[in-house]
């Protein structure tokens, strides 16, 4: 529901602005259709620098500039109060149309302004003060621009992908933190480390009603659970967490890891944003056998751009350039990323990709035999209890996903799946004494979830820290569904990506 509103909008925007580009006189009005392009048109016909058109590319901020031009531009139909600002930023599907095809209305064009009693400098200050707080409220609670940072989605995002995240879908959550610097999520601009918000102003959880449930294999994005707690230097942050140091290095040791390293504490909507596939929901059983993910014990959807590894024996004749360039996308096999590797003897090749591919790969004459890699290294997966739980990357579960409502057993061996949920996620005190176990001082051996949770993982399987690493995502960390590709970019536009919708 929440991605036929926002068509809808944007087809209204589209063609009030074609109305609008007639009346301004604009040769081939058919050009308000094509998006950036249009923006290009109000700013040469509304004389605005155009240098404020290459800003509106920046990811997250621009949305705030393209707002800014809109504004400028309806004013050059002698729309100057805050109620036409209110309609150009809030209802513009229906306000530009009115604009476009109102006999009443016209083109006045930048010259009109001189005549208004504020100096167009006031205008110009005015309207952009309107549209960053008019933005903001959109970016809350309507829909954000992202960037795809990291390669856990490939192939079905690519990093340097721009998307938009609708909030409104899953239900738009009220700010924790609403104080905070615009524009930005967790750290001030120019800064990896100084955070943008004051976290001694919080607000409860509250999200608003939902068009739709989290559902199975939809990609979502949410703040990352494990970043509540980070060490706050450039080369940590999320990417190397402070429960894993803490763990691997410290021995569970904090006092000796404070004195060492500088934390940060955020509030959960100041996690850094991730964004995964939820391959399973509240009530789900969730395995990995082999490589291969089930869901309450039937095969898993399999996303058409979903990539793993494969082992391939050749007969020591290499793959041509072209063949990795055309059918597998590995431009450089020197600087593959890690998506390709060879032994000495070129008879044995390490692939990362999809399905689709690996049946190319397979039909190839110099192929002898070709299986997929499964990593049985058991490691530091979550809920980290390698005696109860050896767990590996490829041979995981099975492990229940919480549901709202739905009793939990509480015991020794459960005891390392829950205890986060219960005292992080949920805000309880937990304390075992003698076997027993106590949640805010009351004795039980059950604990009854307050919220759903989900089971996130990258299509990317041997390339994404994901839920096999950290658990359970709450529903309190869910910020929206990814649902559009706008942009795409890697050394100029990838134009074949461009408006794709996200499955």
């Not at 609708?166 to 750290?187: C, E, I, W």
């Not at 608003?208 to 509540?228: E, I, L, Q, T």
């Amino acid at each position: 529901m929440g991605l036929l509103l926002f068509f809808v909008g944007l087809a209204g925007w589209h063609v009030g602005m074609y109305g609008m580009f007639k009346k301004a006189g604009i040769e081939d009005a058919w050009k308000a259709f094509i998006p950036f392009y249009n923006t290009w048109i109000i700013v040469q016909k509304t004389s605005i620098k155009q240098y404020w058109f290459w800003l509106q590319l920046i990811p997250i901020a621009g949305q705030f500039i393209t707002i800014w031009i809109t504004i400028i531009w309806v004013m050059n139909f002698k729309k100057v109060s805050v109620p036409a600002h209110a309609a150009t930023v809030l209802f513009p599907f229906i306000y530009f149309p009115y604009l476009g095809f109102s006999e009443k209305e016209k083109w006045y064009g930048p010259d009109a302004l001189k005549l208004y009693y504020k100096p167009a400098s006031r205008e110009w200050i005015d309207a952009g003060v309107f549209a960053v707080v008019a933005a903001t409220l959109i970016r809350t609670f309507v829909f954000e621009a992202y960037v795809i940072p990291t390669e856990s989605m490939e192939k079905t995002l690519l990093v340097n992908d721009f998307l938009f995240v609708s909030k409104m879908t899953y239900g738009a959550r009220v700010p924790q933190t609403p104080l905070s610097f615009p524009f930005v999520h967790n750290t001030m601009p120019f800064s990896l480390t100084t955070p943008s918000y004051i976290k001694e102003v919080q607000l409860p959880y509250t999200r608003f009603k939902s068009f739709a449930d989290v559902k199975r294999n939809d990609a979502v994005v949410f703040n990352f659970p494990a970043g509540d707690t980070i060490i706050n230097l450039p080369e940590f942050g999320s990417k190397i967490t402070y429960y894993d140091v803490l763990r691997e290095q410290f021995k569970g040791n904090r006092d000796a890891l404070l004195a060492e390293y500088p934390i940060l504490v955020h509030p959960v909507d100041k996690t850094d944003n991730y964004i995964k596939r939820c391959v399973g929901v509240a009530g789900d059983t969730i395995q990995i056998k082999n490589a291969d993910l089930y869901v309450n014990n039937k095969p898993a959807f399999v996303p058409k751009g979903a990539q793993t590894e494969y082992i391939i024996t050749t007969n020591g004749t290499p793959f041509t350039d072209d063949f990795l360039k055309d059918e597998i996308g590995i431009k450089d096999r020197e600087n593959s990323n890690g998506q390709y590797s060879i032994s000495p003897d070129n008879k044995m090749v390490v692939l990362n990709m999809t399905a689709e591919e690996a049946e190319k790969v397979k039909k190839m004459p110099n192929v002898i035999n070709m299986e997929k890699h499964v990593d049985n290294n058991v490691g530091m997966f979550f809920p980290n209890d390698v005696a109860n739980y050896p767990w590996t990357l490829d041979n995981y579960g099975p492990i229940i996903i919480p549901k709202k409502g739905q009793s939990i057993i509480l015991d020794t061996l459960t005891i390392g799946l829950y205890r986060r949920l219960i005292t992080v996620y949920e805000k309880n005190t937990l304390e075992e004494v003698n076997g027993k176990f106590l949640i805010n001082g009351k004795e039980t051996n059950t604990y009854t979830p307050q919220f759903n949770y989900y089971w996130m993982m990258g299509d990317n399987r041997h390339r994404s820290q994901d839920s096999r690493f950290w658990g359970f995502v709450p529903e309190t960390h869910i910020v929206g569904k990814a649902s559009m590709i706008w942009f795409s970019w890697e050394k100029g536009p990838r134009w074949s990506r461009l408006f794709n919708f996200i499955r």
